[in-house]
């Protein structure tokens, strides 16, 4: 796959993150404040309860799931454009470069398998109208994995465009 394409991959899914996190938002308003990041750091399943009937009462449940679902669909988005820049990177066995994009293709990893799971436990709990301790439990648990890996392969991918760049340039005065 050629390296612009692969980019293009990943700041597509940067646009489709700003698409979800406006759906996500949509949810908190008028007597709302219970937000998705709320419900995937909810931790037991009273305080998913909670969160679900504030839903329910606020008229807001189907936009819940809705933003789920482009949530899920984004993870596979985001998930993959940063694997696929990152592979892009570390086939160019230039020492720092190799090491980044290994390294960014771990991360997008994590971040897909961590992601998927926070989400597919949010995502029973809300179709079932409930929560669970196991579930919201293990929603909590992901959620800071899941943040830093997003970050490593977000901060991954900018350092290595960079380096990129810079030993491109380097490499072509020398």
């Known amino acids: 796959m050629n390296e612009t394409i692969s980019i ?3 700041l597509i899914s940067l646009a489709v993150f700003a698409l979800v996190m406006a759906a996500s938002a949509s949810i908190t308003q008028g ?3 219970f937000g998705i990041i709320d419900h995937q750091a909810a931790g037991t399943a009273s ?3 909670e969160i679900q009937a504030q ?3 606020g008229g807001v449940l189907s936009l819940a799931i809705i933003a789920m679902m482009a949530d899920l669909a984004w993870i596979w988005i985001y998930a993959l454009g940063s ?5 892009e990177f570390a086939t160019k066995r230039r020492g720092v470069l190799r090491f980044l994009g290994l390294f960014i293709c771990a991360a997008a990893i994590v971040f ?7 989400t597919i436990s949010q995502f029973i709990q809300l179709l079932q109208g409930e929560g669970s301790d196991t579930l919201a439990g293990i929603a909590a648990f992901m959620q800071p994995i899941k943040i830093a ?3 490593a392969a977000f901060i ?3 350092v290595a465009m960079v380096a990129d760049r810079f030993t491109g340039r380097s490499a072509t005065n020398s």
Do not use: K
């Open 83 to 87: 694997y696929l820049a990152g592979r």
């Open 55 to 57: 839903w329910r009462e």
């Open 47 to 49: 305080r998913v309860d």
């Open 112 to 118: 897909g398998i961590t992601d998927y799971t926070e």
């Open 8 to 10: 293009r991959m990943w």
């Open 156 to 158: 991954g991918v900018i």
């Open 149 to 151: 890996a997003f970050m």
């Open 31 to 33: 007597d709302v404040t």
